[in-house]
């Protein structure tokens, strides 16, 4: 069946995932525990800090940890009530990322394919399909593109950006799985070396560096990478 739709690898592992039988798992719909991100890969935000948009997040797209320049970039997610610290949800539904991405509509429709595959992969995820549930009723264009049952890991593309302090970027998305934390991926911006978004990106890391009070303050950079699930 999958060679006769002339399926890829992913859709056909994802489709085999939906042909697998599910076996209920005892406790199964008790909370998620909040999942931590390893004081390790926090270094690797600091590191990145000045130079790459960086984030963590899981299969449901939680921004588990971010970078300071992930949010001077995107969205400050820190700020978020916590059931709205998740990448997919803000392309979705905030107006500001309509304005960020200009190509919103491929980026939105790729952010459904990529939940279409966790829900494959997740079925039984309540967090999820609250998620999916609230998109349905709030995003327009959702229950199109979910209908159509695209799947997308999203896991490298270009993006291109209008940041309403800097300008325009042009970006390279990339996701880089942590393999010793399980459901935890690491997202990277880069700009092409001496390109003009390479200067943009510059600028925003200037324009958005704390003072030596606030990257040494609680609410300052020195938190700005923290747990964003705690």
């Excluded at 925003?204 to 003072?211: E, R």
Aim: hydrophobic residues 40%; proline residues 7%; aromatic residues 6%.
């Amino acid at each position: 069946m999958a060679g006769a739709l002339r399926l890829d690898d992913l859709e056909r592992g994802y489709l085999f995932e939906l042909a697998r039988p599910k076996t209920p798992v005892p406790g199964r719909h008790r909370p998620a525990r909040v999942p931590r991100v390893r004081p390790a890969v926090h270094r690797m935000l600091d590191v990145l800090d000045d130079v790459s948009p960086a984030l963590v997040i899981n299969h449901r797209s939680d921004v588990l940890a971010g970078n300071h320049l992930t949010h001077a970039l995107i969205t400050d997610f820190d700020t978020l009530p916590y059931r709205e610290r998740n990448l997919a949800r803000f392309v979705l539904l905030h107006p500001a990322a309509r304005d960020l991405y200009r190509d919103w509509d491929k980026v939105a429709e790729t952010f459904v394919a990529s939940l279409r595959l966790a829900a494959g992969r997740h079925p039984d995820d309540p967090q999820l399909n609250e998620l999916v549930g609230e998109l349905s009723i709030k995003a327009p264009q959702f229950h199109t593109w979910w209908a159509s049952h695209r799947v997308d890991q999203c896991a490298h593309v270009t993006q291109r950006l209008r940041h309403p302090v800097v300008g325009e970027l042009t970006l390279s998305y990339e996701t880089l799985a942590l393999p010793a934390d399980p459901d935890q991926t690491m997202c990277l911006y880069t700009a092409e070396r001496g390109s003009a978004s390479a200067e943009t990106l510059r600028l925003l890391a200037s324009w958005s560096t704390p003072t030596g009070a606030e990257a040494s303050s609680p609410s300052g950079h020195g938190t700005a990478h923290r747990n964003v699930a705690s």
